[in-house]
T-cell receptor, first 113, second 117 residues
């Protein structure tokens, strides 16, 4: 396993701009999850995919957030019209069917100025 | 509403001693339980998972689950300075429908563990 990868690792953007993050899961994993983590808090679930189907979205995922996984492989998370409150670490995790252990990527740290 | 509670610490343990980390959860339907270790500025790293009542051991780590009390714990034996980190407890509720499925993990805020040399 090469592990979950995420790009970019860091992103600084101005308020109001759009940003997009990419996640590549472990190759044999069909489930992919997005989380957000702020300082001093545990990760908070945003959304998840089973193959290309988006099966669940947290109420934390406002209309400015959209996620896709078009071919059931990599996924993208887009934030439109960023706000300072969007500053956080965005984490991607993947798992395969069965015991449901989720393995996290290194994260993308977003700073909105 | 699922909640996971952990003592935020810091929990200070001498090197070589046993560190005991605790977690309670509110959703009685929760069926999968995970412990992650997170170093400052890094992403969570899975160290243990447990699904059945009782103990599960892996090297220096033991996870304990008591579903009746809605309680899960992590023991770290022979604690090392490199074990100093934040330990996150996470739960999810697995439900079975066509094709199976699982929602996202609900995390506690984590316990900051310090191993004193």
């Amino acid at each position: 396993d090469t592990g979950v990868s995420q790009n970019p690792r860091h992103k600084i953007t101005k308020r109001g701009q759009n940003v997009t993050f990419r996640c590549d899961p472990i190759s044999e994993h069909n489930r992919l999850y997005w989380y957000r983590q702020t300082l001093g808090q545990g990760p908070e679930f945003l959304t998840y995919f089973q193959n290309e189907a988006q099966l669940e979205k947290s109420r934390l995922l406002s209309d400015r957030f959209s996620a896709e996984r078009p071919k059931g492989s990599f996924s993208t998370l887009e934030i439109q019209r960023t706000e300072q409150g969007d500053s956080a670490m965005y984490l991607c995790a993947s798992s395969r069917d069965g015991p449901y252990e989720q393995y996290f990527g290194p994260g993308t740290r977003l700073t909105v100025t | 509403q699922k909640e996971v509670e952990q003592n935020s610490g810091p929990l200070s343990v001498p090197e070589g001693a046993i560190a005991s980390l605790n977690c309670t959860y509110s959703d009685r339907g929760s069926q999968s339980f995970f412990w992650y270790r997170q170093y400052s500025g890094k992403s969570p790293e899975l160290i243990m998972f447990i699904y059945s009542n009782g103990d599960k051991e892996d090297g220096r780590f033991t996870a304990q689950l008591n579903k009746a009390s809605q309680y899960v714990s992590l023991l770290i034996r022979d604690s090392q300075p490199s074990d100093s980190a934040t330990y996150l407890c996470a739960v999810n509720m697995v439900w079975w429908h066509s094709g199976g499925g699982a929602d996202g993990l609900t995390f506690g805020k984590g316990t900051h563990l310090i191993i004193q040399p």
